[in-house]
Nanobody, 121 residues
């Protein structure tokens, strides 16, 4: 079973930066939109940023100007560059992507297990 695998989370001081990455664990066919969501304790999961397969991007207002989403289509990888981090950015960050596996050839949304980002001094 192909899964999305995130990496890059950790502890960072306020004002610092982190880069998250995410890629499928196996062979996939034609990834469409890729996105990052986050969920803080006691809050609903929210969209952070989305990127289409042509490179169009969408950001949550709270991260505009600080976060940058990008993707490497050759490597099927999506990145989230996070700058000027604040404690309010602390959350579990989840990767989301719409793709079909080689085995099924059926497009559906997939989620990673999440990576924890903690912003604290």
């Amino acid at each position: 079973q192909v899964q999305l695998v995130e990496s890059g989370g950790g502890l960072v001081q306020p004002g610092g930066s982190l880069t998250l990455s995410c890629a499928p664990s196996g062979d996939v066919f034609m990834i469409n939109d890729m996105a990052w969501y986050r969920q803080a304790p006691g809050k609903q999961r929210e969209l952070v940023a989305r990127i289409t397969n042509s490179g169009s991007t969408t950001y949550a207002d709270s991260v505009k100007g600080r976060f940058t989403i990008s993707r490497d289509n050759a490597e099927n990888t999506v990145y989230l560059q996070m700058n000027s981090l604040t404690p309010e950015d602390s959350a579990v960050y989840y990767c989301n992507a719409d793709f079909a596996t080689i085995a099924t050839m059926v497009h559906m949304a997939h989620w990673g297990k999440g990576t924890l980002v903690t912003v604290a001094s």
